[in-house]
């Protein structure tokens, strides 16, 4: 962490914030050395090896995502309940109206023509 501040230093000021007693530790030279405790510059870095933990994410309300069908219709058919994880690809719901059937009709219909005309 990195703190800075604009201000003047003042004579008879101590510049330095001490923490509480009970959140400081302090470590000799020979502490840090028998833990094997480094430090270094901050790097970005490639880590090689897989790391498998286990926790829980919790999604802020702005990252919940609302969907709608571009045309009307019937719900009819979901797995899904609300808050459940969804993939990329994943069928959420099954629609339908008449308009689906005719934009299916439409499409094979000039797909057929295309064919025909090549």
Do not use: W
Not at 50 to 62: A, E, F, T, W, Y
Not at 103 to 108: A, E, P, V
Not at 109 to 118: M, N, P, Y
């Amino acid at each position: 962490l990195l703190f800075s501040s604009c201000g003047e230093n003042k004579k008879g000021q101590d510049a330095t914030v001490s923490p509480e007693a009970g959140n400081l530790v302090k470590l000799s030279g020979a502490q840090m050395e028998n833990a094997a405790v480094s430090t270094g510059l901050l790097q970005q870095k490639e880590i090689s090896s897989i790391l498998r933990l286990n926790g829980r994410v919790d999604v802020p309300p702005q990252n919940m995502v609302s969907i709608s069908a571009p045309l009307g219709g019937y719900l009819k058919s979901t797995r899904l309940i609300p808050g459940m994880h969804v993939s990329r690809g994943e069928v959420i719901a099954v629609l339908e109206d008449q308009h689906y059937i005719q934009l299916q009709q439409d499409y094979l219909t000039a797909k057929a023509r295309i064919r025909f005309l090549e």
